[in-house]
């Protein structure tokens, strides 16, 4: 059976007003204290309020990985 990715989003305000949501998956560093994450996806186009942005980014999330979520890929078969 496929693993649940660990994806995150958040939405970041890069100029005043303009609200940009950005999907990372968690990266497999072992650090201590912290569980890393870098960038696989962001807006290309600002949202005006951080809510607009933060909708699109779970609109953004059910399309690249369908109704199941982020899994990961079983290459050993059935």
Request: charged share 25%.
């Given at each position: ?14 100029e005043e007003?303009?609200f ?23 807006a290309?186009d600002?949202?005006h ?16 990985f ?8 079983d290459?050993?078969?059935?």
């Amino acid at each position: 059976m496929s693993q649940l990715r660990n994806i995150a989003l958040t939405v970041q305000e890069l100029e005043e007003g303009e609200f940009y949501w950005v999907l990372m998956e968690a990266a497999d560093y072992d650090l201590e204290d912290a569980l890393p994450y870098l960038p696989i996806e962001a807006a290309s186009d600002p949202h005006h309020t951080y809510a607009n942005a933060l909708v699109a980014g779970v609109a953004a999330i059910r399309k690249m990985f369908g109704k199941d979520g982020p899994r990961t890929t079983d290459m050993r078969g059935p």
